[in-house]
């Protein structure tokens, strides 16, 4: 009876053991909000891939907090109101802890109020327009000060640029970059005449007349230079038309914000040499951790001509200091990890580190490359890393104003009223 007792209470024991195990082994859940179809998916489908290529690889080292992390892949198929279906669907139905996705500004704002509603945590990883500091958004990719207000500079000290072409895809982020630019360039003694500024839809594919336009243009005997923030694939059609037109890098040079490897890789790049792009990473950048990361990039997608890209790095990035921060918090609830992520630290892929700021951006290197006939980049110009500014100096409205989440819980504080101003700004 004694050693019936005992095995009972052994059998008993053992249960309960293995429950709280069972428990404790439950999936922390995230999610990935990236188009896989429609005109971005020629950009995000890699962030997907990136994302569970890095569940892939925490889950190999045991997971987080003794728990496997299971990706939760929607797809809002580019069109802007399905971003915020879709994260209301992560964040209510998948119960996921953190999300990471989106690549235009609009998609991104599209989700914002679902995620303030449902304190929801964002990790946006692309290159923005900045103007924007959310409690629930972590902006892993560039701010204005770290891609396009250098990238300027370059132009201007480097190429002898004197009359500008600012051609944008038209929503917001091109929108806003542009009015940064156009403030900044006008600062610097530039003409209101010799800056051009021009907007297409999503998609667009004719684009002789607006070649036509910028070539036009240094008719004068000004040094003529384009600024893109095209979007998606209408890089291809703009691309050709330049080539067609007899258009080379030493005649008019353009600086694209949204063209990088992966872009590249689906055009003919022959006649694109020496035409420019600004990022914080290229794939040509030389260091263990790139050589690291391309190998297991490989590895994971089995295609040994897949690129790697800028937005890649910021993923990777972005889901290291949730990592890090869920780790120092003990928890993947929502406070605590932004509590703990501001001042993580995370090595990058040029040799250095990424900090997360107390605005919820990141420091990074800004990187300017000439495309070569490859699809890669000559990395001809590299930074320090760079603070990311959630508002730019270059707007009257918005020099006034900061952001500091965990010091002043705001993301729009202005220094002359010393309080928090509650609404957004209107670019």
Same mark, same amino acid.
């Given at each position: #009876?004694?050693?019936?007792?005992?095995? =009972? #209470? =052994?059998?008993? *024991? =053992?249960? =309960? *053991?293995?429950? *709280?195990?069972a428990q404790e082994g439950e999936p922390i859940r995230i999610g990935v909000l990236h188009s896989l179809s429609g005109t971005m998916a020629i950009s995000e489908t890699t962030l997907k891939d990136t994302v569970l290529m890095m569940v892939e690889q925490q889950n190999a080292k045991g997971g987080l907090l003794g728990r496997p992390i299971e990706a939760v892949v929607v797809d809002p198929a580019s069109d802007w109101p399905l971003f915020a279906e879709k994260a209301r669907e992560l964040l209510t139905v998948s119960d996921v802890d953190a999300i990471f996705g989106c690549w235009t500004s609009v998609s991104r704002k599209s989700v914002l109020p679902v995620l303030e509603e449902l304190n929801g945590l964002l990790f946006y990883p692309v290159q923005y327009e900045g103007e924007e500091s959310s409690k629930n958004v972590i902006y892993t990719g560039a701010a204005p000060n770290q891609q396009a207000i250098p990238a300027v500079d370059y132009m201007m000290e480097e190429l002898g640029v004197e009359s500008w072409a600012l051609l944008g895809t038209d929503y917001v982020y091109p929108r806003t970059t542009n009015n940064i630019l156009e403030a900044y360039l006008k600062d610097k003694g530039v003409a209101a005449e010799d800056i051009f500024v021009n907007y297409t839809p999503f998609g667009h594919s004719d684009w002789s007349k607006i070649v036509a336009d910028v070539v036009a243009r240094g008719a004068g005997g000004k040094k003529v230079g384009v600024v893109s923030t095209i979007n998606g694939d209408a890089n291809v059609g703009f691309y050709k038309e330049l080539a067609a037109a007899g258009v080379s890098a030493d005649d008019i040079p353009v600086m694209a914000f949204s063209v990088g490897e992966e872009e590249l890789a689906g055009l003919d790049t022959a006649n694109l040499v020496g035409h420019l792009a600004a990022w914080n990473y290229f794939q040509t950048a030389e260091s263990p951790e790139n050589d690291a990361f391309i190998a297991g990039w490989k590895e994971f997608i089995g295609d040994d001509k897949r690129v790697t890209n800028d937005p890649m790095e910021a993923t990777m990035i972005g889901f290291n200091a949730w990592v890090a921060a869920v780790e120092k918090a003990g928890t993947t609830e929502v406070d605590p990890v932004l509590e703990a992520i501001v001042g993580v630290e995370v090595p990058n892929l040029t040799g250095g580190t990424a900090t997360v700021l107390p605005n919820h951006h990141l420091t990074k290197p800004v990187l300017i490359g000439e495309i070569r006939e490859d699809g890669q980049f000559d990395i001809v110009s590299q930074t320090e890393p760079v603070p990311g500014d959630a508002w730019t100096d270059f707007l009257p409205e918005s020099a006034v104003l900061d952001a500091d989440w965990p010091g002043k819980s705001c993301g729009m504080f202005n220094t002359e009223t010393q309080s928090c101003v509650q609404v957004q700004s209107n670019y």
């Open positions: #009876m004694t050693r019936l007792t005992k095995l =009972l #209470m =052994l059998t008993s *024991a =053992l249960t =309960l *053991a293995n429950a *709280a195990w």
